[in-house]
T-cell receptor, first 112, second 115 residues
Framework: DAGVIQSPRHEVTEMGQEVTLRCKPISGHDYLFWYRQTMMRGLELLIYFNNNVPIDDSGMPEDRFSAKMPNASFSNLKIQPSEPRDSAVYFC??????????FGEGSRLTVL | AQSVAQPEDQVNVAEGNPLTVKCTYSVSGNPYLFWYVQYPNRGLQFLLKYITGDNLVKGSYGFEAEFNKSQTSFHLKKPSALVSDSALYFCAVRVRDNYGQNFVFGPGTRLSVLP
């Protein structure tokens, strides 16, 4: 398996633009997590899904953020409109049952 | 509240010396404990886990960790550090909360192995 695949790896956009980050989890995994990492705040959980159903979205910063998982092979995280304070590395991770997380390589977002 | 603490922001060790990166946890019930490593500009990589059984678990790259229930600790160790071990290390615990199963991560410890 190729592991968790995230795209794009880097995104530079201007304030107010819509940003879409994509994730393909490992086949057969039933949990999918979105994290955000910054120097100031460390690793923050944004939302996680179990069997494509959002379970806990209490970490989503505000209504500008949304995440969907339309099927077991794909999830996206959208920010609309984006703001400079959204600049961070966004990680997607998946796991099977209660096992370890497998992380993607991350999407580095810069909002100017 | 369920939490993971890594009391040291930074650990420095000379190459060839043993290293320890500390982790303590506070959870209800039996913990599932994990260590991850993050190299620059990369995602977190799984190193090892404790679910049940032997308190000493061995993982990737020669790392091991000891589960101590009485001290609620899960320290990461390696007998002989390499310069290439320099990275950011995260301890995590898998918990069952009101919503489902989740991970709680520590703040991370930056390990520098000096040649």
């Amino acid at each position: 398996d190729a592991g968790v695949i995230q795209s794009p790896r880097h995104e530079v956009t201007e304030m107010g633009q819509e940003v879409t980050l994509r994730c393909k989890p490992i086949s057969g995994h039933d949990y999918l997590f979105w994290y955000r990492q910054t120097m100031m705040r460390g690793l923050e959980l944004l939302i996680y899904f179990n069997n494509n159903v959002p379970i806990d979205d209490s970490g989503m910063p505000e209504d500008r953020f949304s995440a969907k998982m339309p099927n077991a092979s794909f999830s996206n995280l959208k920010i609309q409109p984006s703001e400079p304070r959204d600049s961070a590395v966004y990680f997607c991770a998946s796991s099977f049952l209660a096992g370890e997380l497998f992380f993607g390589e991350g999407s580095r977002l810069t909002v100017l | 509240a369920q939490s993971v603490a890594q009391p040291e922001d930074q650990v420095n060790v000379a190459e060839g010396n043993p290293l320890t990166v500390k982790c303590t946890y506070s959870v209800s019930g039996n913990p599932y404990l994990f260590w991850y490593v993050q190299y620059p500009n990369r995602g977190l990589q799984f190193l090892l886990k404790y679910i049940t059984g032997d308190n000493l678990v061995k993982g990737s790259y020669g790392f091991e960790a000891e589960f101590n229930k009485s001290q609620t600790s899960f320290h990461l160790k390696k007998p002989s550090a390499l310069v290439s071990d320099s990275a950011l290390y995260f301890c995590a615990v898998r918990v069952r909360d009101n919503y489902g199963q989740n991970f709680v991560f520590g703040p991370g410890t930056r390990l520098s192995v000096l040649p």
